[in-house]
């Protein structure tokens, strides 16, 4: 049985974690932390899962969770985990963080992106990227996981099988995407209000945001030769799910049956990636760890479509992919819908 202890337990991706793991055969949630002085029990800040666990939230304590948990999943905003991360690994707490802080191994460039200077370099050089579907033998001897991000990975996810065969122009590469508002979590926000997000979609942080190079780091490492991107996403009026359309120029001649049996090939053993002949709707992956994703040849030029809940696939559920990896379950293990 594995112990667990979840840092921000009264979160959006949190949420998900409990209900994931709440299903899950050999799983324990011992502690949930909150930094609130009347931190709400669990049930109480995620009314959902009333009936279904009876936990208190208590202030983050490394001793505690050392002596009461095997692993610590970190549902924290960026720059929060860098604090908790080496105080846990010195006690030999496995981590799981879910934000960007151990995404991107250049500490320079972590700075430029995310304006904050890193101060675990230790950690920083050990964490591995748990994308399973691309780095799955890596992750079972990890201590550290930096869980991706979750328009990284529905862009990675569409774009690996064709960067990996080299069948694209790498500079070519153009993802727009589409996020439910529950990817910004749940601390309130003016441009997240009901009456400015519903009715509308509005493209936001155009040419800066923070998952760009994310996805150029990881794409390149799967190509062998430097991606570039054009990424723009943008916010839509539902809770959750992603939308990225991607489009590439291919490098020469290519045909749509021997892409579908490229993607089909390449995620063979990836039992959560859906290759469809359909387009693919948020709607089909909501509340499920599946990423859909379906690549079209239209006049020469390829696009593909790739779909995912961003608080499952995106976060909560790819998390839990790479738990049950690191201790050596089946990477499905409690999940409930296959
Ligand atoms: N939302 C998504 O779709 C998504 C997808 C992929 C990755 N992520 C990443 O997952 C992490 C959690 O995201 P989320 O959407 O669950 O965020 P969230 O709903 O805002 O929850 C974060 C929780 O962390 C705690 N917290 C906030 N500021 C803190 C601080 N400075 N120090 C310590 N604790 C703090 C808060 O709990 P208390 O107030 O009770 O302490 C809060 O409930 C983020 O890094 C996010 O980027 C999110």
Known sequence: MMKIAIVGASGYAARELFEILLNHPDARITVATSRRDEAPRVEESHPGLAGRISLECTPFDVDRIAAD?????????????????????????????????????????????????????????????????????RIPAASLIANPGCYTSAGILGLAPLVAEGLVDPKSIIID????????????????????????????????????????????????????????????????????????EPRSTVVEASLVELYRSFYHASPFIRVCARIPATKDSARTNFCDVAPKVVRGRIIIFSC?????KGAAGVAVQNMNLMFGYPETT???RL
């Open 69 to 137: 948990a095997d692993l610590a999943f970190l549902a924290l905003p960026h720059t929060a985990s860098l604090e908790v991360v080496p105080a846990l690994r010195s006690k030999g707490v496995k981590v799981i963080d879910l934000s960007a802080d151990y995404r991107i191994k250049n500490a320079q460039v972590y700075e430029q992106w995310y304006g904050h200077a890193h101060t675990d370099p230790a950690g920083l050089s050990e964490a591995i990227y748990g994308l399973p579907e691309l780095f799955r033998d």
């Open 177 to 248: 995407a589409m996020s439910g508002v529950s990817g910004a979590g749940r601390a309130p926000k003016p441009n997240l209000h009901f009456p400015e997000c519903n009715e509308s979609v509005v493209a936001y942080s155009v040419g800066n945001h923070r998952h760009t190079p994310e996805i150029e780091h990881i794409l390149s490492e799967v190509g062998g030769e430097a991606v570039e991107t054009l990424f723009t996403p943008h916010l839509i009026p539902m809770d959750r799910g992603i939308n990225a359309t991607i489009h590439a």
């Open 308 to 312: 995912l809940d961003n608080l499952i």
């Open 334 to 336: 409690g999940f409930w």
